[in-house]
């Protein structure tokens, strides 16, 4: 990223390249830990659209159920886009669809104990992972003041 802000330096010095290295930067960081994190999600047989799908029931807390469109809305995802994860998942035992007791109509998706096992291992291998790459970069306090920064900037745009 710097060879980059040097390189518009040299050509267009009126430009202001620090908002260009730092999105450059959160990127770079966001597609390399994707990555690796994906690679854990593998180990236990899912992507990273399949894990959203079985975090999101198992950060709803027991009894990890949801209706479909609470879980379409919370991942930002079209009814049609949460069908295919939902299908896998199911198939492999992960998840179950059944009729919502309180409206006819409706469906609950719940994790099965399998998809609850797998999750928490998923989300264990995943966090170790982000863990060793930041602890290997910064302090603690350098970590809690990156993740404060973050979420100013973030909060601009949200």
Same mark, same amino acid.
């Given at each position: 990223?710097?060879?980059?802000?040097?390189?518009? !330096?040299?050509?267009?010095?009126?430009?202001?390249?620090?908002?260009?290295?730092a999105?450059?930067r959160?990127?770079?960081?966001?597609? =390399?830990?994707? @990555?690796?994190?994906?690679? $854990?999600?593998?180990?236990?047989?899912? !992507? %990273?659209? $399949?894990? @959203?799908?079985?975090?999101?029931l198992? &950060?709803?807390?027991?009894?990890?159920?949801? #209706?479909?469109?609470? *879980? #379409?809305?919370?991942?930002?995802?079209?009814t049609?886009?949460?069908? +295919? %994860? *939902? @299908?896998?998942?199911?198939?492999?035992?992960?998840?179950? &669809? !059944?009729?919502?007791?309180?409206d &006819?109509?409706g469906?609950?998706?719940?994790?099965?104990? %399998? +998809? *609850? +096992?797998?999750?928490d291992? /998923?989300?264990? =291998?995943?966090?170790r992972?982000?863990? /060793?790459? *930041?602890? #290997?970069?910064?302090?603690?306090?350098? /970590? @809690?003041?990156? !993740? =404060?920064?973050?979420?100013?900037v973030?909060? =601009?745009?949200?």
């Amino acid at each position: 990223m710097d060879a980059i802000a040097r390189q518009w !330096n040299a050509v267009r010095p009126d430009l202001d390249t620090v908002p260009m290295t730092a999105y450059g930067r959160i990127y770079r960081i966001s597609r =390399a830990m994707g @990555d690796r994190v994906e690679k $854990e999600y593998r180990e236990y047989g899912i !992507n %990273r659209g $399949e894990f @959203d799908v079985l975090a999101t029931l198992r &950060r709803s807390g027991d009894p990890y159920t949801l #209706s479909p469109s609470r *879980l #379409s809305a919370t991942l930002m995802l079209t009814t049609g886009g949460m069908t +295919g %994860r *939902l @299908d896998r998942l199911e198939r492999a035992g992960l998840l179950t &669809r !059944n009729p919502d007791p309180h409206d &006819r109509r409706g469906l609950r998706i719940t994790l099965t104990e %399998r +998809g *609850l +096992g797998l999750v928490d291992e /998923a989300v264990t =291998a995943g966090v170790r992972v982000q863990s /060793a790459v *930041l602890g #290997s970069a910064l302090t603690p306090a350098e /970590a @809690d003041e990156l !993740n =404060a920064l973050l979420r100013k900037v973030l909060s =601009a745009h949200e």
